[in-house]
């Protein structure tokens, strides 16, 4: 069936399956890279949460002169000792909350939240995926991180060790300040040790989807290379094999019609297969020639 095709149309065929399998054969590599990307991306995200809250923590709470509008909780509020001003606390985890509230307003892409198993606040509460990472970061001190898909977003998870400033106000309620028993009691969230699991940082990328990496073929320069080594094929073949070709058919049908003296370019150390058959057909011709003169002798 394929004798009705040229050469220069089969091979460009092949090409473009060629190039079709090189491509699908990326494809499948850049899409298994995206796991690794956006993980990668996650934990920066991650790291950036971590040094906010250990900044808070270190100071044990930040005071603030006013509550902004939507961050209106806050710990403990003392006054100046006039009572002219008011100043409200906020602890680490609340202030990483209000950091994720505004996060995910203005976020384009990775957004978080801290949770736990024992969390304080019923705003703070994991998903499954969240809780299903907080027990195995509780069953082996050895995992770092835990990520999965889920619909259109991939969803990363870090633990969150307790530290000795930590213990403050999640190791024994006596320790613990005022404000905090008096806003939360002294059962949630405490008995901790250095090195317990104390919750995670949970943060959220959208998935990268096919699209997104069918994009990145999609630039000038790929499809510029693309179209380059379609023409040097093209070009390749047309002129070095198939234009040789047509010209040794048409000179082989001169010859067979009688034109034995024809010249036949011979380049007998040649590798190059079309100058074999060329050599061949000036072989066949020669011993044309001579049965010729033979027949021409006999009959004479
Ligand atoms: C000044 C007291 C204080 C200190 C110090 C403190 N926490 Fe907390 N922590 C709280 C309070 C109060 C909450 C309740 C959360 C809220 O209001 O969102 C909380 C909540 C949390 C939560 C979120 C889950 C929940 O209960 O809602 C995690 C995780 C957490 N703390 C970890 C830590 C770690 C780790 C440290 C040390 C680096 C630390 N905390 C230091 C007071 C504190």
Redesign the pocket.
Known sequence: MFSKWSIQLKYSLIFILTLALIIAGLFIGIYNLKTAQLRNEAMASAEQVIAF??WV?NT??VWVDHLAPGFR?F?GKRANHDNTMEFFSK????AT?ELSDIVSKTATRATFR???D????P??APDRFENAAIQAFKANRDVKYNDAYEGAFYRYAQP????E??L???GDPKD??AD?IA??GDK??FGYKVGDV???ISVKLPDITLIDVLRTFLNPYTLGLIVLAFLLNFLYTHQSIIMRLKKLAQTTERIAQGELGLTLQDKPDSRDEVDHVQHAVGLLRNSVVVAMKRLQKTLS
């Open positions: 809250r250990a923590a044990g709470v909780d710990l602890n680490p985890a609340l909350r801290v949770t736990s024992e969390y304080r606040n705003a703070n969150i060790l307790v530290k400033s930590c403050k106000c999640h613990a300040p905090v806003k939360y949630r969230a104390r919750g995670i």
